[in-house]
């Protein structure tokens, strides 16, 4: 499947944040887009296309998962966390004081290994 042209919000420094035009997918409660960098060099006019790379984030919270070399690789990461219901925690601080968080981080960790 193909990433179709969405405007995203990226955190790109801490309190700092961008909306970009770019090919994404919601996975709720995450999404996969590009690479912000590939983004900006694209926007900047020094890049032409995007590389096959994508980048899991979390929608409500704005972390970012992982950088995957492919679509496949990181739709299958997803399909493998999003049932989870501690990501639907709306904020970093709930997420990460969340009861369940460290078998959470765990699962995810070895995910991201298996898939990256």
Not at 104 to 115: C, S
């Amino acid at each position: 499947m193909a990433l179709k042209m969405r405007d995203v919000h990226l955190s790109t420094t801490p309190g700092a944040a961008d909306v970009c035009r770019m090919p994404a997918e919601i996975k709720f409660p995450f999404i996969l887009h590009r690479l912000y960098g590939e983004w900006y060099e694209k926007h900047e006019g020094e890049r032409s296309r995007y590389s096959s790379t994508v980048v899991i984030t979390h929608l409500f919270t704005g972390l970012q998962y992982g950088v995957f070399a492919s679509y496949s690789n990181a739709a299958a990461a997803v399909s493998q966390l999003q049932d989870d219901p501690i990501w639907l925690m709306p904020t970093e601080a709930l997420l990460i004081a969340h009861p369940d968080w460290a078998a959470t981080e765990n699962k995810a960790a070895k995910i991201k290994q298996l898939f990256s």
